[in-house]
């Protein structure tokens, strides 16, 4: 495993179970404590954990966690889900995409190809298509949120002057009964405005999303026509969203 899987899969455990030790997480890497205790460090440096005597602790444990931490949380899914994703999108098509780190990754997907316009409320998202030839950049406005994401009324009014072939929204949380949610309302609504102008709605979300609600409810499933997610997510959630009637793609194992 190279160090930055394993970075990636500390944060990971820390976000699943609050807590890491270090004797534990030395086992199951096969590494030696003197290694895992660097990486903590590594980690804590950046913000992205709490170091404690023997392991560490999460930083916002039940909270929306800061874009750094998601970032480098299950990449491996997220950059399947991206590539996934964007395998979805015809040439020559207009694409809708709000922002959050399997975003990021979808939009690293398409940097290569050709003829696709791009409709955007992400900085993060646009700063990484910016430039390539193939790709026609539109910037959606707004009050902008710490997750780089543009949201608010501005949005909303400038989305509804276009149409989308097909959109990808990330969310926070997704279940059958209560459809798709995320922390922030007014992200509710900007992220439902890009649903509703596109002909095709794509959720892109890692596992660690379905089964799980959120503050805002973005909408339900009925307005969703595909769901690209990675094998980790529970398989009765997955059943019951397909007898929704959403189209389900499942990328992994991993």
């Not at 899914?77 to 991206?82: D, N, Q, V």
């Not at 798709?180 to 892109?204: G, H, K, N, P, W």
């Not at 890692?206 to 799980?212: N, P, Q, V």
């Not at 595909?226 to 992994?252: C, K, N």
Request: hydrophobic fraction near 45%; aromatic fraction near 4%.
């Amino acid at each position: 495993m190279r160090k930055s899987e394993r970075l990636s899969e500390i944060l990971d455990r820390v976000g699943r179970h609050g807590t890491v030790d270090v004797a534990a997480l030395a086992v199951a890497f096969g590494v030696s404590g003197a290694t895992i205790r660097r990486d903590l460090q590594a980690l804590s440096r950046n913000q992205l954990l709490v170091r404690t005597h023997g392991g560490a602790l999460a930083n916002e444990a039940g909270d929306e966690k800061p874009t750094r931490v998601k970032a480098a949380m299950r990449q491996p899914e997220k950059r399947s889900i991206g590539r996934a994703g964007a395998a979805l999108v015809p040439d020559g098509a207009v694409v809708g995409m709000t922002g959050g780190t399997t975003a990021l990754e979808l939009s690293r997907a398409l940097a290569q190809r050709r003829g696709i316009t791009v409709v955007t409320n992400a900085i993060n998202i646009a700063a990484e298509l910016v430039g390539h030839a193939g790709i026609r950049l539109v910037m959606v406005g707004g009050i902008a949120r710490s997750t780089y994401e543009l949201v608010g009324p501005a949005a909303e009014a400038m989305l509804a002057n276009y149409h989308l072939d097909i959109a990808f929204i990330g969310v926070d949380g997704l279940t059958p009964e209560e459809g798709c949610t995320t922390y922030d309302e007014m992200e509710a609504q900007t992220d439902l405005a890009f649903l509703r102008r596109s002909a095709r709605s794509v959720v892109i979300a890692d596992s660690s999303k379905i089964g799980r609600v959120t503050f805002a409810r973005i909408s339900l499933l009925s307005g969703v026509s595909d769901i690209v997610t990675d094998s980790g997510a529970d398989p009765a959630q997955l059943e019951a969203i397909r007898h929704a009637g959403v189209r389900v793609t499942t990328v992994g194992p991993f």
